[in-house]
């Protein structure tokens, strides 16, 4: 087990035991920067391993913990859902057309969708996201529309009014939604409250709307509520995903793709 692997098994721990604590707290126990706790508690919401609050880290009561002694095994699930976000992200690359205008969501499997645009694909990218951007710039095919505003580093989004109603006079081909949470009830949801906005908007001002979301998402809630699942045209997945959302899905008359 690597450093930061062990590292974060023992964040774990903490959490698990304080039911919470704060960043310089844990910079304090770990004997480490405060800054190396933000990138390690990032790597852990990203995997919805603990719940997003500012300066402080909370642990996610809904995720599932494997291994010995409970401990979070990052690297394997890293290798895991890296995989399947991959696959995703390639299959909804390959739905992009010459001449499309589209617009990418905010969130990990999206960014391998702007990792495999064909690099002699003419299109239009609207995003709100920095690592989406750092990752279609150099293309000289890709036209970008960026939304710029306040920068949360935690998801690398940027928010602010002026976004909103660029958005809002954006018209998109496609547009390639992201979700912390699919449930069958409660709809798609997000971890933060400052995505909600743009999430909205953005799902509005495509003519297709496309949901990337891997199977370990379905079945989940998070706090913020985005929209219902049958806004969305197509469903985008890997291969796990249970029957029983196969076949809502389908009920729904929703395009499934499980990659």
Known sequence: MSKKEDRLNRLIEILKRQNGATIRDLAQMLDVSEMTVRRDLDALKAKNVILDIPGAAVLNTQYTYEGEDDAYQLSMATRSHAKEKERIGKFAASLIQQDDCVIIDNGSTVEYLADSIAKDMKVTVFTCNLNILNKICSNPNISIIFGGGYYHPDTTLFESAENITLIKNIRATKVFASAAGVHDTMGVTCMNNYELEIKQTII??????????????????KPCFVTDLDIFDRIITDTNLSAEWVQLIQEKGIELDMV
Do not use: H, P, R, Y
């Open 204 to 221: 509005q001002s495509g003519a297709e709307k496309i949901l990337l979301v891997d199977s370990s998402k379905f079945g989940m809630i």
